[in-house]
């Protein structure tokens, strides 16, 4: 059994910075990822990394603005938003699961509670 706990949330401004931090604990599957869901959308893959921090995927929305890593010692997973844009106004989900997850396959993911980004234009 996996526990995820995300935090790091908040109100910014269109162009400003955020960093969200994922806290694992249990048995840490093989892949760490980031999904998003926006007020009537549904869940939207941002990125993932492995465990052993040697493969990282992105969504194509991304287009660098975005970095996910990896705090092995801690097992912490971070990710690191710069440029923010109203359209990156979501609820962020901290997701753990098989390799799957990082082509965005949620197919025996555990999710954490999310945490809320809004981005004020």
């Known amino acids: 059994q996996v526990q995820l706990v995300e935090s790091g949330g908040g109100l910014v401004q269109t162009g400003e910075s955020l960093r969200l931090s994922c806290a694992a604990s249990?048995?840490?599957?093989?892949?760490l990822g980031w999904f998003r869901q926006a007020p009537g959308g549904g869940r939207e893959f941002v990125g993932a990394?492995?465990?052993?921090?040697?493969?990282?995927r992105y969504a194509d929305f991304v287009k660098g603005r975005f970095t996910i890593s990896l705090d092995s010692a801690k097992n912490t997973l971070i990710l690191e938003m710069v440029s923010l844009k109203p359209e990156d106004t979501a609820v962020y989900y901290c997701?753990?699961?098989?390799?799957?997850?990082?082509?965005?396959?949620?197919?025996?993911?555990?999710w954490g509670q999310g945490t809320q980004v809004s981005v004020s234009s």
């Open positions: 249990g048995d840490i599957p093989i892949t």
């Open positions: 997701a753990t699961g098989p390799l799957g997850l990082l082509r965005g396959r949620t197919q025996g993911v555990d």
């Open positions: 990394i492995t465990r052993s921090g040697g493969t990282t």
